[in-house]
T-cell receptor, first 114, second 110 residues
Framework: GAVVSQHPSWVICKSGTSVKIECRSLDFQATTMFWYRQFPKQSLMLMAT?????????EQGVEKDKFLINHASLTLSTLTVTSAHPEDSSFYICSARGRRETQYFGPGTRLLVL | GQNIDQPTEMTATEGAIVQINCTYQ??????LFWYQQHAGEAPTFLSY????GLEEKGRFSSFLSRSKGYSYLLLKELQMKDSASYLC???????????FGAGTTVTVRA
């Protein structure tokens, strides 16, 4: 099946720093990627839709200036959490839209902000 | 928007069968997905239904009734490794975004 990678797998950072997370589709081209956030014992919440070569579309309540998304190529999208705070600590998961419009998920990035 | 309901928890015995129901209300339907998620890991794709009926894939089957806004995931011959959260997700007709249910935690006991 389709493979999506994420890097890093986990991050611990100090409050106020910025963290960049990469999402790559390894064996297919993905014009659309999605970024989700998942808090413990809760389901996935869509943060934004990332389209190659255009601006990301953010869900209601998600600050676009805080969560910067760049989709510069058909295989790479990045999410930068700017000026991270403890409340941003979460499990961030990306997915890429593949064959039959199925979404394939990356392994996730666990972020802990101290 | 989407409104997706599934049970919170289910427990079953190894070797048994478990059926996880999912009901949804949607303004535009373009397919229903089931994902498996083990604790601390990302979801993995299990099945996809866009037409009414049953899709069988090994020990897992998924059923869809669009008129009833209803789906179920059937897990047969349960194994300990099937203990996980199972997420029902509905895709929107207009923008292909997925909306997820809260997930059903299945615990398989020996």
């Amino acid at each position: 099946g389709a493979v999506v990678s994420q890097h890093p797998s986990w991050v611990i950072c100090k409050s106020g720093t910025s963290v960049k997370i990469e999402c790559r589709s390894l064996d297919f081209q993905a014009t659309t990627m999605f970024w989700y956030r998942q808090f413990p014992k809760q389901s996935l919440m869509l943060m934004a839709t990332s389209n190659e070569g255009s601006k990301a579309t953010y869900e209601q309540g998600v600050e676009k200036d805080k969560f910067l998304i760049n989709h510069a190529s058909l295989t790479l999208s990045t999410l930068t959490v700017t000026s991270a705070h403890p409340e941003d600590s979460s499990f961030y998961i990306c997915s890429a839209r593949g064959r039959r419009e199925t979404q394939y998920f990356g392994p996730g990035t666990r972020l802990l902000v101290l | 928007g989407q409104n997706i309901d599934q049970p919170t928890e289910m427990t079953a015995t190894e070797g048994a069968i478990v059926q996880i129901n999912c009901t949804y209300q949607t303004s535009g339907f373009n397919g229903l997905f089931w994902y498996q998620q083990h604790a601390g890991e990302a979801p993995t794709f299990l099945s996809y239904n866009v037409l009414d009926g049953l899709e069988e894939k090994g020990r897992f089957s998924s059923f869809l009734s669009r008129s009833k806004g209803y789906s179920y995931l059937l897990l047969k011959e349960l194994q300990m490794k099937d203990s996980a959260s199972y997420l029902c997700a509905v895709r929107d007709l207009n923008d292909y975004k997925l909306s997820f249910g809260a997930g059903t935690t299945v615990t398989v006991r020996a």
